[in-house]
């Protein structure tokens, strides 16, 4: 399964656009790559899922260049409910050969007034 | 819209005993996974089941088990219970037209003393 490395830690202010990029220089030709969002002591949280080139849906963008070593979460104009940790995980479509998900280490989003 | 219902939503348990968690997945879901999540750990995938049969196995103790049901919902037992298994218990599920997102349940929170 191909590793996920993103920042441990952001801190960004209401009203800002936020990008969280992660590294995934081993991501294989089937693989997808899928942010989810967690809130403490909540379940993960679907956000997108992309393959390649663009993608948007109403709460986020993902960027995922021609290369897909890397893909960049798009958060436009965060507010203090977007503070979370969000997780970058690279698998198949729904989440692995068997469908189980891999998550890595997180990044902690803090947004501030 | 129905979600991942999960039960109790907290407990607490001495060492050496044993507990059962309950997860009913979305309706029409077949697909049931399990998660640990440690404090200030990330989630980790324990055990899956597609249309009642294992279908993948993680990192779960031979201590613990799992099956799910004919009405597909699941119960994970856990026994000799150890001070480090206390953690948020999420289970998620997915079905067909949706495979790829995991609905996450509001988890388990198992305390044992």
């Known amino acids: 399964l191909a590793k996920t490395t993103q920042p441990v830690s952001m801190d960004s202010y209401e009203g800002q656009e936020v990008n969280i990029t992660c590294s995934h220089n081993?991501?294989?030709?089937?693989?997808?790559i899928t942010w989810y969002q967690q809130f403490p002591s909540q379940g993960p949280r679907f956000i997108i899922q992309g393959y390649k080139t663009k993608v948007t849906n109403e709460v986020a963008s993902l960027f995922i260049p021609a290369d897909r070593k890397s893909s960049t979460l798009s958060l436009p104009r965060v507010s203090l409910s977007d503070t979370a940790v969000y997780y970058c995980l690279v698998g198949l479509p729904n989440g692995g050969s068997q469908g189980n998900l891999i998550f890595g280490k997180g990044t902690k989003l803090s947004v501030k007034p | 819209a129905a979600g991942v219902i999960q039960s109790p939503r907290h407990l607490i348990k001495e060492k050496r005993e044993t507990a059962t968690l309950k997860c009913y997945p979305i309706?029409?879901?077949?697909?049931v996974y399990w998660y640990q999540q440690g404090p200030g750990q990330d989630p980790q995938f324990l055990i899956s089941?597609?249309?009642?049969?294992?279908?993948d196995k993680g990192s779960i103790p031979d201590r613990f088990s799992a099956q799910q049901f004919s009405d597909y919902h699941s119960e994970l037992n856990m026994s000799s219970l150890e001070l480090g298994d206390s953690a948020l218990y999420f289970c998620a599920s997915t079905g067909q037209g949706v495979r790829e997102t995991q609905y996450f349940g509001p988890g388990t929170r198992l305390l044992v003393l």
């Open positions: 089941f597609y249309e009642k049969m294992q279908s």
């Open positions: 309706p029409r879901h077949d697909t």
């Open positions: 081993n991501i294989a030709t089937n693989d997808y």
